[in-house]
């Protein structure tokens, strides 16, 4: 629960993870939007569940093909 910025903690999260997948294989196929709702409305500060973003991983994520 401690933030590593001022400001920008669940942008910067978000930046991460995502670099971590295509790293390691996998793209997340979310829109923009998509995504922007989901860390507004599931990571505030107190509400944080794994499951909760281990199933949305799952529905919105595919195979990375670095070609494209």
């Not at 995502?18 to 507004?40: C, R």
């Not at 505030?44 to 281990?54: C, L, N, Q, S, Y």
Request: charged share 20%; aromatic share 12%; net charge negative.
């Amino acid at each position: 629960m401690n933030h590593g910025f001022v400001d920008g903690n669940k942008r910067v999260a978000y930046a991460c993870l995502e670099m971590f997948l295509q790293l390691n294989g996998t793209d997340v196929i979310a829109s923009n939007d998509t995504v922007q709702v989901f860390i507004y409305t599931n990571l505030e500060a107190g509400t944080f569940r794994k499951d909760v973003i281990e199933d949305w991983l799952n529905r919105n994520t595919v195979p990375f093909d670095p070609e494209l």
